[in-house]
């Protein structure tokens, strides 16, 4: 592997270089060497290669972060673990099937939202689908007779449809069906930061706006392509079709590095479940100070590794580091040195006299009169008697 990698500029360019090479295989395959293209899609041919490449190497950049390099790292000890494999494809179906197929994360902060997120994801993933495998030559269809259709699949025949049948019209109208329904999820989207003063006031133009305009221009013209074919008799059907094209170019090229980039990292959700939860929902870290669980072994020792690549371990005098203690203890601690001041003796979480003589509440519990040791008031004080 080194010898090959010398080969090369960079690892990032020798995995550009092999999907590259696997593209024009799958290809050179599909397409019974390259005699069954359809040069009608040849501009989105060129655009699929430079977002294939383009996401490589934006997936490669972040791979290489630190942060993400270690979850990846424990996600792969963890799958070659034996007495983990249960609970491994027990978290990943589990952690797939809700936060990417449903995608309850996003339900979570509203139904609205939820519905939009949902349509603009799925028809995105539908059309990508749909457009890779007639650009690429992945799929087609041949005409058997003039009333039946066979689809090939990487140059092999497989079923055979009628050519006006429900199923073909399904096939034909794949595009339109996601078409619709990314359409829906932008408007709801634009409604949204349109009409809520809260969104207003921290999204970007070119950032997240940018990408839902994107999108529409993408959707609408499609769909108005449709139309032209179908009900108006090819009207401005060159014009209209190269529009699209352009269109859909931009998004391919854009795609990579832009914000909708999340859309095929978010896979990577199903690694927390399955690196630090021993339990599902159960912690087994016990903090240093108060013996509170809050966390799993597996996830403090990960952000150890994380920080000290970054030069940034938060190691403590006694040779403990922060991410040892629990929340609570770890606040209670960066207070203690804001303020130049050692561990109170006795209770941990009592109250702390600072140089000004001013009273400050305890870490981690909730405040009460006991608390702070003061006076009981009169008819308490006759209740007890």
Known sequence: MKQLERSFYSKTSMYAFFVTLLLFMSMWISTDQ??????????????SFIFAIG?????????????????????IKNLKTK??????????????????FLQKFIFKRGIYRGVQHFMIAWGCI????????????????????????????????????????????????????????VLIGVIMALTRRVRS??????????????????????????????????FLDGWMHPYLTLFHQMTVVVLLVYFPFGKLFHLPIRPLAAAVPMNYQEVVKVDTRACEKCGTSYSSDDQITDVKQILSAQNFDLQLADGRYLSDYC???????????????????????????????????????????????????????EAVK
């Not at 999108?215 to 609408?220: K, M, N, Y």
């Open 34 to 47: 390259f005699t069954d293209i359809d040069m009608a899609l040849l501009g989105y041919m060129i655009s």
């Open 55 to 75: 996401l490589t190497i934006r997936m490669c950049s972040w791979l290489i972060r630190p942060a993400t390099h270690q979850v990846v790292k424990r996600s």
């Open 83 to 100: 007495k983990r494999t249960k609970r491994n494809v027990k978290a990943i179906v589990k952690t797939a099937f809700e936060n990417i």
């Open 126 to 181: 539908g059309s990508f689908a749909i457009t890779f495998s007639l650009t690429f030559g992945w799929m087609r269809f041949d005409l058997i007779d003039p009333h039946t259709y066979q689809v090939v699949v990487f140059n092999f025949p497989t079923m055979k449809m009628a050519a006006h049948g429900f199923l073909a019209e399904l096939l034909y109208n794949g595009l339109n069906i996601t078409a619709m329904m």
């Open 197 to 230: 003063q809260d969104v207003k006031v921290t999204q970007r133009v070119e950032f997240d706006l940018f990408p839902l305009y994107l999108l529409l221009s993408v959707t609408v013209s499609g769909l108005v392509l449709t139309v032209s074919y179908t």
């Open 327 to 381: 929340p609570a203890c770890r606040r209670r601690i960066r207070v203690m040195k804001q303020m130049n001041m050692e561990a109170p003796l006795g209770n941990p979480y009592g109250p702390i006299s600072t140089m000004n003589d001013i009273h400050l509440s305890g870490f981690g519990k909730k405040r009460s009169d006991e608390f702070y040791n003061l006076p009981k008031k009169e008819e308490e004080k």
